[in-house]
């Protein structure tokens, strides 16, 4: 009863004229950043950052969340209509999608897009109000130990989850870990690899690390590739428009929604994990065990509904542990965390009892947005599919503006400037030479976090590390950490050796 | 040989960076209460995991030469994808890339002295050139007029207090913002 009371004044909050002005607002930059293939979502949503500092704490929240979520559906018009992936998370619906679309049938292939985004985002939107209060309640009796564990799994699945070979990615997450160390220590005052330098006894900023890597990186990577010229795309003169499946056949996939969402959510709980995986894991689920699952690829509305029900499910899976024990699941996560900072709130386990009616407001956003999002994605597809039309030199110059203001107005500081450019660089030299590039983000935004829950764990414990296997809820989430490090290795090298095997 | 001692030279670096950084933590300057880690335990602990994970690599890569590696789930997904297979086939353009990083430091070292404005209209213009762009017109309308936009925006609405530059330049910076009613 609680939460409904809640939820209903946290409607009211919403509907007020200018958080509704930015939701609008971030629907559709998350949908422009999604539709764009020079632009990732993070770096949308990073690309946003700066535009909040002058902004009150809800519209900031509700804006960075409205891109988040429109920037799980936006690029599946273009992943349907032209066969570009806008996304990593949008390369699934090339198979059935394209294919559909292909087939003669493109406004179907968009109807079922629709849907998916729809039901697979309220469905988590729901699951997210429910299940949040009882996760900060039990995150609220967590020790030091506990917590510190949490953390290492959370590390831990960045590393086996994500992109690049695992040696790469736990050291990309060292040096994350180290960026986090730079600076004046909060608990002696020490100053650590700051080198004499008076910028770096602040600390390097994890958003200064994030835009650069994420933004600057990601531009000179293109740059060097060299950009996409300006050729018209195939079908671009087709006429666009949506075709809503009827309500039988919906009825008919029932399942595959439902499994979707709830593989989705529990995705995007995971930190590291996110709506790419979600995507891929979902198609794969439907392809084993769906109803059709021998006609996965051959452009079928399961091949469309899966992958984006749990793209757009993973928001608000990844929103919990983010409000609830104020732990990033993701890049995107990251940076609304970032926001909360920059206003004075530290989203963790006490949020519901510092900031309840605002954090129902979020959940309420989401909502929102999500019906917002689907609507805007009905009326607005063909000019938003338009901007595949503009220069990615024009579009990258100013991605590069505006990773610079964001790094500058910050802190009012022109070092930081600095920082973000060599960042830039290392974000570069990180992708040519194949290390991922968010366990360094996540190390850098986990390290302190992760560094004074160890400092309070050995103090409280004499210096005993062993209590972390000596406690029942840390030494399960320890033995899951261990689990999702040793198991993608042993699979490989069980592969490894069945491809030797079959060798003649 | 050779082959392998490429594969093995990052991580070397990396290992020679870690026993630096790690005797610099050997000399942080604190007074602890007996008994309790000081501050260099943390990142002595990440220093000895990050200098393990390079000795593994170094070990694999230079003197087993073996070249497995096991990815993440994501890279296995994208691979088996064959998403990142036309990305990784197409040629590269190094002298694009650093010359745009040297655009980029340039920037940020005379941001400064030039203000915002003019340091800002010359990088869009240059940047977009660099990247093989070559409709003049556009350039030059989205260089300046994006420049001025990004101003006001920043300094009229969201408070943002970008660099004027000195001498002439701030001349120039002030004399925009008076006509954008920015005081």
């Given at each position: 009863m609680e939460i409904i009371a809640g939820l209903g004044a946290g409607f009211l909050e919403v509907f007020q004229p200018m958080n509704m002005f930015v939701m609008v607002i971030g629907l559709v930059l998350g949908m422009l950043v999604a539709v764009l293939p020079g632009l990732t979502l993070v770096m949308g949503v990073v690309l946003a950052l700066p535009f909040t500092y002058s902004m009150g704490l809800l519209p900031s929240i509700i804006l960075l969340t409205a891109m988040y979520v429109s920037g799980t559906y936006g690029g599946a018009f273009t992943s349907i209509l032209f066969r570009i992936p806008g996304e990593p998370i949008d390369v699934p619906l090339l198979w059935d999608g394209y294919a559909m679309a292909r087939k003669g049938r493109p406004a179907k292939a968009l109807g079922w897009t629709l849907c998916a985004a729809l039901g697979g985002g309220l469905i988590s939107a729901t699951v997210m109000v429910f299940l949040s209060h009882p996760v900060a309640k039990f995150a609220l009796t967590l020790s030091s130990p506990e917590y510190f564990a949490i953390l290492i799994f959370g590390m831990a699945s960045v590393v086996s989850l994500g992109g690049g070979s695992i040696s790469n990615a736990f050291i990309s997450l060292f040096l994350g870990l180290l960026i986090a160390t730079v600076g004046v220590d909060s608990i002696y005052g020490t100053e650590r690899f700051?080198?004499?330098v008076p910028f770096l006894q602040d600390g390097i900023e994890y958003l200064l690390v994030m835009v650069g890597a994420y933004g600057l990186g990601e531009v000179f990577q293109r740059l060097e590739k060299g950009f996409r010229g300006e050729e018209k795309l195939m079908g671009a003169d087709q006429e666009i428009v949506t075709e809503f499946p009827t309500a039988s056949e919906i009825g008919q996939l029932k399942g595959t929604f439902f499994r979707s969402s709830i593989l989705g959510i529990i995705v995007g709980i995971i930190p590291g994990a996110g709506a790419t995986i979600a995507s891929f894991v979902a198609y794969g689920a439907e392809s084993q065990y769906g109803k059709r699952r021998k006609e996965m690829g051959s452009g079928i509305a399961e091949g469309i509904v899966a992958p984006q029900t749990a793209a757009t499910s993973s928001v608000g899976g990844a929103l919990i542990p983010l409000l609830t024990m104020g732990i990033p699941g993701s890049g995107a996560t990251a940076i609304i965390l970032g926001a909360f900072l920059l206003h004075g709130v530290q989203p963790g386990p006490q949020i519901f009892v510092s900031s309840g009616p605002m954090v129902y407001a979020i959940f309420a956003s989401l909502f929102v947005s999500i019906i917002g999002m689907c609507i805007l994605g009905y009326f607005a597809i063909k000019p938003l599919v338009k901007v595949l039309d503009m220069p990615e030199p024009v579009v990258s110059a100013f991605v590069v503006m505006f990773c610079f203001i964001g790094a500058f107005a910050a802190r009012n500081n022109l070092s930081d400037l600095y920082v973000i450019t060599a960042f830039g660089i290392l974000g570069y030299l990180f992708d040519k030479f194949k290390f991922p590039i968010a366990p360094l983000v996540l190390g850098s935004i986990l390290g302190p976090l992760a560094e004074s829950s160890f400092m309070t764990m050995m103090v409280s414990e004499n210096n005993d590390w062993t209590v972390l296997i000596a406690r029942p809820v840390s030494a399960t989430v320890m033995v899951l950490a261990v689990i999702a490090l040793v198991y993608p290795i042993h699979r490989q090298l069980r592969e490894r050796r069945a491809t030797r095997a079959n060798k003649p | 040989m050779l082959n392998r001692l490429l594969r093995a030279s990052p991580y070397i670096v990396l290992l020679i960076c870690a026993m630096y950084l790690y005797h610099l933590a050997t000399q942080f300057d604190y007074t602890a209460p007996p008994g309790r880690i000081g501050p260099d335990a943390w990142p002595k602990l990440i220093l000895v995991m990050l200098g393990a994970v390079c000795v593994c690599e170094i070990v694999k890569n230079l003197?087993?030469?073996?070249s497995f590696t096991a990815s993440g789930m994501l890279d296995k997904l994208m691979q088996d994808a064959g998403a990142e297979e036309e990305e990784a086939n197409r040629p590269g353009y190094p002298l694009r890339l650093w010359a745009g990083i040297g655009l980029t430091v340039v920037y940020t070292l005379l941001m400064d002295t030039l203000g915002f404005f003019v340091a800002s209209s010359a990088y869009l213009a240059l940047f977009m050139i660099i990247g093989q762009y070559t409709r003049w017109r556009v350039i030059a309308a989205a260089s300046v007029l994006g420049s001025l936009a990004i101003m006001f925006i920043f300094m009229k609405i969201v408070y943002v207090s970008l660099p004027l530059g000195v001498g002439p330049f701030k001349v120039v910076s002030i004399a925009l913002l008076a006509v954008m009613g920015v005081r």
């Open positions: 700051a080198f004499g | 003197l087993v030469g073996e």
